[in-house]
């Protein structure tokens, strides 16, 4: 059985600080991460993903991510937030399967 | 717009009716799945299709739920007798490949509503 689970499901920052949400996961196979934006009546973004290889994804809109296996991990980053940036965020795994499971979602909101 | 398209965007029904959801994958993909995000959930899935099967409907309520993909046409999800705690949006994703690393493309979602 897989689960994912975002700590926070509101964060706030201000106009150029660092932007990090957080992601655990739980998978009996090794997972494919990923992370998804959500903007308001709108349907899911990929920003980024993780299968194999490198632990550290970038993605776009200067985002990135590192897969963390022993802390069973997969935190976005973004060194300075935008306003644009403001939007719903979904981490998501698939293992064994072609189902994705989402975490809760985290809503960020950007301040001036 | 080559990307997956759903229909309706919004869609109000009266409790009992049927309520028909429809999606077109991306141009080139062959596998389609539904996800449904109750208010303030993440998305939850439903069921996984790929032309004229179901390979995958672990997510799917037992009863009154129904989905299809057709060899022509666009994708189905079928609500029969719509009850309130069926207000939701739906999602429809495509992806090429049978591989779960293919990321899945998402439509912009059909908003239901039951009065």
């Known amino acids: 059985a897989q689960s994912v689970t975002q700590l926070g499901s509101h964060v706030s920052v201000s106009e150029g600080a660092l932007v990090l949400l957080r992601c655990n996961y739980s998978?009996?196979?090794?997972?494919?991460l990923f992370w998804y934006v959500q903007y308001p009546n709108q349907g899911l973004q990929l920003l980024l993903k993780y299968t194999t290889g490198a632990t550290l994804v970038k993605g776009i809109n200067g985002f990135e991510a590192e897969f963390k296996k022993s802390e069973t991990s997969f935190h976005l980053t973004k060194p300075s937030a935008h306003m644009s940036d403001a939007a719903e965020y979904f981490c998501a795994l698939t293992g064994g399967g072609n189902k994705l499971t989402f975490g809760t979602g985290t809503q960020l909101k950007v301040e001036l | 717009n080559a990307g997956v398209m759903q229909n309706p965007r919004h869609l109000v029904r009266r409790r009992g009716q049927e309520a028909r959801l429809r999606c077109s994958p991306m141009?080139?993909?062959?596998?389609v799945y539904w996800y449904r995000q109750l208010p303030e959930e993440g998305l939850k899935f439903m069921v996984y299709?790929?032309?004229?099967?179901?390979?995958?409907e672990s997510g799917m309520p037992k009863e009154r739920f129904s989905a299809e993909f057709p060899k022509e046409g666009p994708s189905i999800l079928r609500i029969q007798q719509v009850v309130r705690g069926d207000s939701a949006a739906y999602f429809c994703?495509?992806?090429?490949?049978?591989?779960?690393?293919?990321?899945?493309?998402f439509g912009d979602g059909t908003r239901l509503s039951i009065l």
């Open positions: 141009k080139g993909h062959s596998h």
């Open positions: 994703a495509s992806s090429p490949e049978t591989n779960s690393n293919q990321p899945q493309h």
């Open positions: 299709l790929q032309k004229e099967n179901i390979i995958d």
């Open positions: 998978s009996s196979v090794p997972p494919y």
